[in-house]
């Protein structure tokens, strides 16, 4: 009688882990298909990819306004989520409990398809804690496109980067050592002068405050890393530094698919040659 009271003691205060989710094919193409960054990851990263894609999921609520939520949608949002975190071994964002995803862009009154329907995606503080609000169409264009510097999930998983000490301000102090917030802010301070004179190719809603230069810029350092290593060389130095990856020496690789000729000049596809040993 004593062990099964035990037993159940022990139960309740340290339950058994989940088993470990097994990731569906379905879902493994869609990562295989959309997103870059895991294409070009040993076989050992994909796994430990898919796993936090996976993590995220399952404790995670998505919610779908007026359409259905796919497996795409989900690998997608949670993919966002992966690659800002890639360079960091322990990272949890501020808690994410339910995604919605919405039909199209809105306004500041949730309306849809008017004149200033210009939001994307929204996370924030309040009664918006812990939530993530995403245009599908968006969502999914972001990935389609990799080279428009812009991804919407990666835009507001940024914000949650920076909400992380408690303010969306442009200086997620998590990854900015205190010795480099003046600089950084500094730098900022520069870059939005030059998008406000029309001397940068950084778009132009970098420029509406700290926040939003600090989400846009992630979305330029993940899109088109060369190009902003080119154009804006100590930009891209602090982000690399922020997020622990170079992303401009392996952005070439990203942009060979799978399925395409393996630049090696074996003859095969890159899954089958060189992709193996990436």
């Known amino acids: 009688m004593f062990s099964k009271i035990l037993s159940r003691f022990r ?17 493994r193409d869609i990562l295989s298909s959309k997103v870059s960054l895991y294409s070009t990851l040993s076989a050992t990263d994909q796994a430990l990819f898919e796993q936090r894609c996976l993590a995220f999921i399952y404790h995670t609520e998505f919610i779908g306004h007026r359409l259905e939520v796919t497996d795409a949608d989900r690998m997608l949002i949670a993919s966002g989520s992966v690659i800002l975190a890639w360079g960091f071994e322990q990272w949890h ?4 409990d339910t995604v919605y995803l919405v039909p199209s862009s809105f306004n500041d009154s949730s309306e849809f398809r008017q004149n200033d329907s210009n939001i994307t995606g929204l996370v924030g503080t309040a009664h918006l804690r812990g939530k993530m609000i995403l245009s599908q169409p968006a969502l999914h264009q972001g990935f389609d496109n990799d080279r428009d510097k812009r991804n919407v999930a990666l835009h507001e998983f940024a914000h949650l980067i920076d909400l992380a000490d408690g303010d969306i301000d442009g200086l997620p102090r ?9 600089p950084w802010l500094e730098l900022i301070a520069r870059k939005i002068t030059e998008i406000r004179l029309g001397k940068s190719d950084i778009r132009d809603y970098g420029a509406t405050n700290n926040a939003e230069f600090y989400s846009v810029a992630t979305e330029y350092f993940f899109e088109r890393p060369k190009r902003l290593k080119q154009k804006h060389p100590l930009l891209y ?12 020496d392996v952005h070439l690789a990203e942009r060979i698919r799978k399925k395409a000729p393996c630049p090696c000049g074996s003859g095969k596809r890159y899954k089958r040659c060189c992709l193996k040993t990436a």
């Open 11 to 27: 139960a309740t205060l340290f339950p058994e882990a989940p088993a470990p989710v097994v990731i569906s094919q379905h879902q």
């Open 93 to 96: 964002y501020v808690k994410v």
């Open 174 to 182: 998590q990854i900015v050592e205190q010795s480099y917030s003046l």
């Open 237 to 248: 130095q602090q982000l690399e530094g922020f997020y622990k990856q170079n992303r401009a």
